[in-house]
């Protein structure tokens, strides 16, 4: 289930990120997306949960960018979404010498004893989407204050459009307690503009594979939902396929992302025939950057807050490009734009 993380980490972000107080250590630089190339030669062990997922890929990717602007030895290791594969891969790293530990654990308990060895060695340990009992830093979002925002922008985009009150499929993960914290913030963020709305919640899986049968089973039931949304980009995706294969009418649906991690939430938003009209992005390439940022400062001594919390913002067809631009088939991250959002440094709850 772990993988389903890719878009329900929890922890951290607020609706409008701002950037840390200026007598806070800064972990992102101001001038850019060019890092600062490290004062000393450091390595850092990278363990991606799932490979395959493009939430953990794209993270990667803005990791590895920011690991060869600095100059860094970066080494990447597959959990496979193993946890026994996990630990490891984990200690082969550590064997290999690195000072700095980067990892979504793929179960947060099953992860401390490789945390404890890392510190024991003297290895700082960065986490990222699950918030392990310790480690040096988290970098993740607050989920429910993602889904509150998510689903007060659903709520004015009904009013502003003088639509139907909202019966929403939310397309979850029950779980996993950042899965539900979207689906609840959700609620939170509607239900104080359209107080008649209404909810039905189906366990999707965290997958489009096993999304489409399961909102399948709830929409044949409940032919008047209108509005669908989901954990991750991915249960939207299937819920919306399972609406357009029991034949109902598109034209009527409404459908709401959560973490804009891959290519086809991009796609979607861009087609003007698509329900899809927004996800809550969460930037998983500047997940990626914040953690080398983040381990590049524990190295060198720099004190950071416990919790360093990514920025999260809703996109739009109206915003899309002022955050990612269209390369063929692919989409890249502009680095100033999503940088220029800030982040939150929290003490961990």
Not at 156 to 175: F, R, S
Request: with cysteine; aromatic share 8%; net charge negative.
């Amino acid at each position: 289930m772990v993988f389903a993380m890719a878009a329900c980490g929890g922890g951290g972000g607020t609706a409008e990120p701002a950037a840390p107080p200026a007598e806070e250590p800064a972990v992102t630089e101001t001038e850019g997306p060019t890092a600062v190339v490290a004062e000393e030669e450091f390595k850092i062990g990278y363990i991606i949960t799932f490979a395959s997922h493009e939430w953990y890929a794209n993270q990667v990717k803005g990791a590895e960018m920011t690991a060869e602007e600095m100059g860094l030895d970066f080494i990447l290791a597959d959990a496979k979404n193993d946890q026994d594969t996990q630990i490891t891969v984990g200690q082969n790293l550590l064997a290999q010498g690195v000072d700095v530990l980067i990892m979504a654990p793929a179960d947060a308990q099953g992860a401390v004893p490789l945390i404890e060895e890392a510190m024991n060695q003297g290895v700082f340990v960065v986490t990222t989407s699950v918030l392990a009992p310790i480690q040096d830093v988290y970098v993740g979002c607050h989920d429910r204050e993602g889904g509150q925002l998510l689903g007060q922008k659903a709520a004015e985009y009904v009013i502003a459009n003088d639509l139907p009150t909202p019966k929403v499929l939310l397309v979850g993960l029950p779980a996993l307690q950042a899965c539900i914290d979207r689906s609840e913030g959700f609620k939170e963020g509607m239900l104080p503009l359209i107080p008649d709305a209404t909810f039905i919640d189906v366990d999707g899986g965290g997958s489009k594979d096993s999304a489409m049968p399961a909102a399948s089973d709830a929409l044949t039931g409940n032919p008047d939902v209108n509005m669908i949304m989901g954990i991750n980009d991915d249960s939207t995706l299937g819920g919306v396929q399972a609406y357009d294969a029991l034949g109902y009418d598109m034209s009527t649906l409404i459908a709401w992302g959560y973490g804009l991690e891959g290519v086809a939430a991009k796609n979607e938003l861009i087609n003007p025939d698509s329900p899809y009209k927004g996800s809550l992005a969460m930037f998983p390439e500047y997940f990626g950057r914040l953690t080398v940022l983040a381990g590049r400062d524990l190295f060198e001594g720099v004190a950071l807050p416990e919790w360093i919390a990514p920025p999260i913002t809703l996109v739009t067809i109206d915003n899309l490009f002022d955050y990612y631009e269209q390369d063929g088939s692919d989409w890249n991250i502009l680095w100033p734009a999503v940088e220029a959002l800030g982040w939150d440094g929290k003490d961990l709850p």
